[in-house]
């Protein structure tokens, strides 16, 4: 729970922002495409960022990193308040993402250290679900505090819910990276390891000692920087970045768009802009729980056949870190994938079509819930495979995943209003529904497993 509200933090400080875009660029004298600048440049942090801290968080230890990207999370907020220059916002949001992004990546490991692979997707269900909720109800509060209170106070409201969430984890959160704290029966001494309320009531556990931990840990040189990337010339993590980065940035540009058409169609107020972000927040949370728990119901289902055909009896239970190399690991996360992304693709082609002004409200509403609940759904099926192949390197792999995500998505939303300057919404997310069903022969691939990653 505590690492899923940390995380809150990536979605919530980009999607609080999108109403307050028209307001920061009138307060600052700035264009709107100065303003949508800057949520580029969050981006494109937000991609560079985990790819930099996932590699220390797998090195250093989750807690420890953690705290370390959330105290610039919120000097970055103090930083943003204060500023009235575009170019200082613009730098304050790179910092702003650069400490909040690492979050997920960070959250992720967690996950893949404390969770065996039968109940990780429920967990990375759970984790995005809270994640999404928060992404949900970003714009709402966003669009209150810009209408009542002005844009500044929407980061001092950041700056009280980080400052919160740091001191609870240093409080509440142990270290749990398993070559520091084993299965977790390992004792943990110093503040960098070791929650706070041990020291208040002292934590004592009966299991293996320090000298019976084997594991090492590896050390920090500028080889781990570097690494991840090499993830990249797999095959299969390869088709697994590339179509779940189409996927985001075509959200994304979905999600950065809001505000500009709707307030072109329909001329709605700031707090009523925002309330038209919760649908697709709403399907987003929705969406990532049902795709969680599904997850796990088909990798028992992938399971029990794997046992069948290798004359395994059924109680007999496979490694729970390291998966026997035929394991169809693919066919087990992505079962729900086709139907997810024709769900996907016809969505965002209704929402274009929808946003006229003769037209109802309800229609690219409900539209943005099918976007937000099937874009979840395929992203964290991506999710949960990425952090499948590479258990013992769960942080850096997230955040290679997140990279190819945000930088493809920063491009995508750098454009997004220009194009629509120059064409129609239906004509703009035509051609993106396009490109998504264009983009599936990659997900094809993985899906039969043509690139030999588990074979």
């Not at 942090?45 to 610039?72: E, K, N």
């Not at 004509?427 to 990659?442: E, M, S």
Request: aromatic share 10%; charged share 15%; net charge neutral.
């Amino acid at each position: 729970m505590l690492v899923s509200l940390a995380a809150t933090f990536s979605p919530l400080a980009s999607n609080i922002y999108f109403p307050a875009l028209d307001e920061i660029a009138d307060t600052i004298e700035a264009s709107n495409q100065a303003a949508s600048l800057t949520v580029t440049t969050y981006m494109i942090a937000q991609g560079i960022a985990p790819s930099f801290w996932g590699p220390i968080a797998d090195c250093m230890g989750r807690r420890q990193v953690l705290v370390y990207t959330l105290v610039l999370f919120i000097g970055a907020n103090i930083g943003l308040a204060l500023s009235r220059n575009i170019g200082v916002i613009m730098f304050f949001r790179f910092l702003q993402a650069a400490g909040s992004s690492s979050t997920i990546s960070i959250g992720a490991g967690v996950i893949a250290d404390i969770a065996p692979a039968k109940e990780r997707g429920g967990f990375i269900g759970a984790f995005a679900g809270v994640r999404q909720f928060s992404m949900a109800m970003g714009p709402v509060l966003g669009g209150v505090l810009a209408g009542t209170l002005g844009f500044p106070s929407i980061f001092w409201t950041l700056v009280i819910l980080g400052s919160l969430v740091v001191v609870l984890i240093i409080v509440l959160l142990p270290e749990t990276l398993r070559a520091i704290a084993g299965n977790g029966s390992v004792p943990l001494t110093g503040l960098q390891y070791e929650p706070l309320y041990r020291k208040w009531a002292p934590w004592k556990k009966e299991g293996i000692t320090v000298t019976e931990h084997k594991a090492v840990r590896e050390k920090m040189t500028p080889r781990i920087f570097f690494e991840p990337m090499l993830f990249l010339l797999e095959k299969d993590v390869a088709c697994t970045l590339f179509f779940g980065a189409i996927i985001y940035t075509v959200f994304s540009m979905v999600s950065a768009s809001t505000t500009f058409v709707l307030l072109h169609a329909y001329h709605l107020s700031t707090l009523k802009i925002g309330a038209c972000f919760l649908p697709n927040g709403i399907g987003c949370a929705i969406g990532s729980m049902i795709a969680g728990r599904q997850m796990d119901k088909e990798f028992r289902l992938t399971e029990d056949s794997y046992k069948y055909e290798h004359n395994l009896a059924k109680e007999h239970r496979l490694p729970k870190s390291n998966m026997p190399a035929d394991f169809p690991l693919e066919r087990a996360r992505l079962a729900q994938l086709p139907t997810m992304t024709a769900i996907f693709a016809f969505a965002v082609v209704v929402y274009g079509y929808s946003l006229t002004p003769a037209g109802s409200l309800a229609i690219p509403l409900m539209a943005q819930f099918a976007i937000g609940y099937s874009s979840t759904a395929v992203l964290n099926l991506n999710n949960t495979l990425t952090v499948d192949l590479y258990p013992g390197k769960s942080a850096a792999a997230t955040a290679v995943n997140n990279l190819a995500r945000c930088l493809l998505g920063a491009v995508g939303v750098s454009v997004t209003e220009i194009a629509l300057e120059r064409t129609t919404p239906g004509t703009l997310f035509l051609v993106l529904g396009c490109i998504v069903v264009a983009a599936t022969p990659t997900a094809w691939a993985e899906w039969t497993m043509l690139l030999g990653g588990q074979e």
